[in-house]
């Protein structure tokens, strides 16, 4: 099945819900980031009208395939004001933040000025225009280190980094702005985003690159000398970290469920999104060297400062009450898109 055939099966099994999104106007804010532009492009696919506000900092203007592009930065208040008196939004979608663990932990202010201060710049400007349909962009590091594993809707959250914390600290607070505003929202906590657009158009490029799955690819390129394991003695079968990675389609189709969820039941909620299946890190490297056919020198490094063992999703909250059906559960497939795209020297 292709990825569009995979769209058309969803439009046919839900139509009466997506009859409820078509033609909206969505605000994509990061919507140049390696998230927000596989969404931007599903958003187009799916007819919407998009309008991405971007300040480019770690993002890329050309991987904006479509729609209305505004250069700009949540800390002005000012140019989020203009932006909304252009537009009538119907809904935003929020993926503007810093991601990096290990930086937050040295960096602490950068990650509360953006990721907390700049995002209530933007729901104080949706509140002002009256907007009330939010997608956050959320992830499994507000749990901290799991207590049990899969990690359902309902774990105890400890972040144990700002990152995570300035992720949480957003939940609690749209919880404040739907009681006393009526904002509605849903946070998708993602666990390990990963792949690229099957149809080799956007891949994922991060600067500097700090993921498992690029990184491995690019040994594999022999664009670096070998990928290092950041610890072998982890709790685990193999000694090395588990995670539930997830394909950016999949996951930026539980976003289109989400804003389906938001229009049709007016109420807020919140999804874990991953596929229950958890890899090691010598499990990836394996799966890669199998879909590359290359060598992938390793070298073993010390433990990163703030990785839990293990982390696996419940999803069965999002696929019960989003209708979310992922599509790229084999990870043989999802390092193979991002094996296509990172090829690609245009993109
Ligand atoms: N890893 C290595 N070597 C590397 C890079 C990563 O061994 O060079 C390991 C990490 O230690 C971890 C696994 O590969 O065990 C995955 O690491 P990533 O950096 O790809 O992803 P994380 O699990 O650290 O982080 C992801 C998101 C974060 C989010 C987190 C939630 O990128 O934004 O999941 O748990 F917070």
Known sequence: MTYFDAQYTIHTEYTT????????TILVVGGAGYIGSHMVKMLLETEHHVVVFDNLSTGYRDAVLGGDFVFGDLADRASLAR???????DGVMHFASFIQVGESIIQPDKYYQNNVACTLNLL??????????????????????PQYTPIDEQ?????????????????????DYDRAYQLKSVCLRYFNAAGA????????RHNPETHLIPLVLQAAKGQRENITIFGQ??????GTCIRDYIHINDLCQAHLLALDYLFTYQSSASFNLGN????????????????????????????????????????KLARNQLNWQPQYTDLKTIIAHAWATEQQVNL
Do not use: C
Request: avoid cysteine.
């Open 17 to 24: 819900l997506i009859g409820n999104i078509s033609m909206k």
């Open 83 to 89: 932006l909304f008196s252009g537009y009538q939004f």
């Open 124 to 145: 104080d400007a949706m509140v002002t225009a009256n907007v009330n349909h939010f997608i956050f962009s959320s992830t499994a590091a507000i749990f901290g280190e």
């Open 155 to 175: 774990h105890p959250k400890n972040p144990i980094n700002p990152y995570g914390l300035s992720k949480w600290m957003i939940e609690q607070i749209l919880a």
């Open 197 to 204: 657009d099957p149809m080799g158009q956007l891949r994922e």
């Open 233 to 238: 003695d982890y709790d685990t079968p193999d």
């Open 276 to 315: 229950s299946a958890g890899f090691s890190v010598k499990q990836v490297i394996d799966i890669a060297k199998q879909v590359t056919a290359k060598s992938i020198p390793v070298h073993i490094g010390a433990r990163r400062e703030g990785d839990p063992a293990r982390l696996v999703a419940d999803a």
